[in-house]
């Protein structure tokens, strides 16, 4: 089974600019969460997906933003870049819960997005 | 909101001995306590999780432990090795809510 990609894996942007960022969760997987890492900061949580519906949200500002597909592709948007947004970006895939017990997540391996 | 807060923010061990990392939550509904492990310049990976209705739960040198009641969960690793040197994630999920990460421990195993 094919393990979550993402792309690009790698962006070089400059302030002011927007930019798209695509995950593809694991075959089966209906839950897409999406996660800033940056050095001292560990993973912030931006925002979930389940079934094409933002089921819960991080505390960043309205400039991210994301969306699902029926096929439960998920894209991530970040517009009037800021320096501050340099950062690796990391999604990660979960199956439906099952009896309300959750199931792991798995991660893809990340964008670099590097803001100038 | 769930707070997951995480400490030592770095280890540094000696080859042979045991790490133990610590892990508190606030949300009494989460029922679900991930650990990841994260290598240089790859992808965090699940290496042990446990459930509310478990206290403890054991893979080969991994472990981890929950205290329900004081809402504590810990991560040890025994007979450390080199390969063990990574970024530690605990992570608390609750039901449908969101998975809420620690601040992650860089673990450094000395040979």
């Known amino acids: 089974k094919a393990g979550v990609t993402q792309t690009p894996r790698y962006l070089i942007k400059t302030r002011g600019q927007q930019v798209t960022l695509s995950c593809s969760p694991i075959s089966g997987h209906r839950s897409v969460s999406w996660y800033q890492q940056t050095p001292g900061q560990g993973l912030q949580f931006l925002f979930e997906y389940f079934s094409e519906t933002q089921r819960n949200k991080g505390n960043f500002p309205g400039r991210f933003s994301g969306r699902q597909f029926s096929n439960s592709r998920s894209e991530m948007n970040v517009s009037t870049l800021e320096l501050g947004d340099s950062a690796l970006y990391l999604c990660a895939s979960m199956k439906p819960s099952t009896g309300g017990q959750a199931h792991e997540q798995f991660f893809g391996p990340g964008t670099r997005l590097t803001v100038l | 909101g769930e707070n997951v807060e995480q400490h030592p923010s770095t280890l540094s061990v000696q080859e042979g001995d045991s790490a133990v990392i610590k892990c508190t939550y606030s949300?009494?509904?989460?029922?679900?306590f991930p650990w990841y492990k994260q290598e240089l310049g790859k992808r965090p990976q699940l290496i042990i999780d446990i459930r509310s209705n478990v206290g403890e739960k054991k893979d080969q040198r991994i472990a981890v432990t929950l205290n329900k009641t004081a809402k504590h969960f810990s991560l040890h690793i025994t007979e450390t090795q080199p390969e063990d040197s990574a970024v530690y994630f605990c992570?608390?999920?609750?039901?449908?809510?969101?998975?809420?990460f620690g601040i992650g421990t860089k673990l450094q195993v000395i040979p």
């Open positions: 992570a608390a999920k609750g039901g449908y809510q969101k998975v809420t």
């Open positions: 949300d009494s509904a989460s029922n679900y």
